[in-house]
């Protein structure tokens, strides 16, 4: 079973702090995603990688940086944290297939980060 | 616009009864994708497809791509059944994939 791991379920963290949230995937996927989940909006892409070093904007890279410096590991940086970025995070990895999103997506259980 | 829109948003049935739920796309896709997300957070990827019906276990989608619609059923549902049901799409002349609201459903015994 292919297996997304997140490093945290719960972070809390104050405005202006420079965040880390890591996710490391076992299946030697090659697509890796980082999403947001806020009431009322769905789940909205901030970035996407789909190799070591490389990486794309989603909808929504405002104030997060991303590095994919190994293929199995894919992680999200809140630079200088804002209450805004109070949110669940969702990672989750794929396959490479035609497009960057017709292979079905294995997700973490999430991070639920406050900041204060 | 790549619009994705689910209904209901909230559904509650009994323990046995049929479910039906519906989204809907605005434009030419290249796949749709059904996911399921149970309290606490974890999602999981139920079904991808591009076309016609793909079946597993109790779970039923179907797509038609003339009507811009898809449906997610659950035959003899289960109070485990309970979770939010996500639809998501992959626009073809984007190559984004849009996530609708959700929907919430749950299943008394």
């Known amino acids: 079973d292919v297996k997304v791991t997140q490093s945290s379920r719960y972070l809390v963290k104050r405005t202006g702090e420079k965040v880390f949230l890591e996710c490391v995937q076992d299946?030697?996927?090659?697509?890796m995603f980082w999403y947001r989940q806020d009431p009322g909006l769905g789940l909205r892409l901030i970035y996407f990688?789909?190799?070591?070093?490389?990486?794309e904007k989603g909808d929504i890279p405002e104030g997060y940086s991303v590095s994919r410096e190994k293929k199995e590991r894919f992680s999200l940086i809140l630079e200088s944290a804002s209450t805004n970025q109070t949110s669940m995070y969702l990672c989750?990895?794929?396959?490479?297939?035609?497009?960057?999103?017709?292979?079905?997506?294995?997700f973490g259980d999430g991070t639920r980060l406050s900041i204060l | 616009k790549n619009e994705v829109e689910q209904s209901p948003q909230n559904l509650t049935a009994q323990e046995g009864e049929f479910i039906t739920i519906n989204c809907s796309y605005s434009v030419g896709i290249s796949a749709l994708h059904w996911l399921q997300q149970h309290p606490g957070g974890g999602i999981v990827s139920l079904f991808m497809l591009s076309s016609g019906k793909k079946k597993h276990g109790r779970l039923i989608a179907t797509i038609n791509i003339q009507e811009k619609h898809s449906s997610l059923h659950i035959t003899a549902s289960h109070p485990r059944d309970s979770a939010v049901y996500i639809c998501?799409?992959?626009?073809?002349?984007?190559?984004?994939?849009?996530f609708g609201t959700g929907t919430r459903l749950q299943v008394f015994p």
């Open positions: 990688s789909y190799d070591v070093k490389m990486k």
């Open positions: 989750a990895s794929s396959f490479l297939g035609q497009g960057s999103f017709n292979q079905p997506q294995h």
């Open positions: 998501a799409v992959e626009f073809r002349d984007t190559d984004k994939l849009i």
């Open positions: 299946m030697d996927h090659e697509n």
